[in-house]
């Protein structure tokens, strides 16, 4: 409903749509109804990676981008005022390409892609950096400063063996929807310089 009633190609996502009681009523009630707000298209296109849509997401980062390259304003989304900081949202697009989410207090990542094909992609956390990748069909994250743990590795590939800088983890392995879930014995930590592969 949000890509029919509220989307256009020239102008983009509109805040909101009145499609039964027409323009006249939201400019009555409401004057930000009609703003385009690149901060929310970002959210929406991450909305629609995370659930099956990359597609149609990537459309709508893709039309923010030349929109706002077009008005030579391509590092500063003015919304209300200059250089505004609901754009920062577009950092969820990456995390909704990428499938990279850490949840710390359950000692748990998830990486699960939804862009298609091989890809090279950063992740970063508090406790470290580095770089996630797919290529012919392994997954692969590699830590390049810090380090990133985990107990448990949330993976949307077929057949998931660990392998951590060349030695294969054990872990138990079961379904949970379309993803794989693999619990180890013990924390994994993935330290600078090394990489754990999924293939």
């Not at 939201?26 to 930000?32: G, S, T, V, W």
């Not at 009609?34 to 659930?51: C, I």
Request: contains cysteine; aromatic residues 10%; proline residues 5%.
């Amino acid at each position: 409903m949000i890509l029919k009633n509220n989307s256009s190609p020239e102008i983009g996502i509109s805040n909101a749509s009145a499609p039964k009681g027409g323009k006249d009523m939201l400019a009555a009630n409401n004057f930000q109804a009609s703003g385009v707000w690149s901060g929310v298209e970002f959210a929406f296109a991450s909305f629609l990676m995370d659930h099956g849509y990359y597609a149609e997401g990537e459309r709508i980062v893709d039309a923010v981008y030349k929109r706002h390259l077009r008005a030579g304003m391509a590092w500063n989304h003015r919304e209300c005022g200059w250089h505004y900081s609901r754009a920062m949202s577009s950092w969820a697009t990456l995390l909704a390409a990428t499938g990279f989410k850490p949840d710390w207090p359950a000692h748990t990542l998830t990486l699960t892609p939804s862009v298609p094909g091989d890809f090279r992609a950063p992740w970063v956390t508090s406790a470290g950096y580095g770089v996630v990748a797919r290529e012919g069909g392994a997954l692969s994250i590699s830590c390049q400063s810090g380090e990133i743990a985990f107990q448990k590795l949330r993976v949307n590939i077929p057949a998931a063996k660990p392998q951590l800088s060349g030695h294969e983890l054990k872990a138990n392995i079961s379904k949970e929807g379309r993803a794989i879930l693999l619990e180890f014995a013990k924390p994994v930590t993935v330290a600078a310089g090394q990489t754990l592969e999924l293939r």
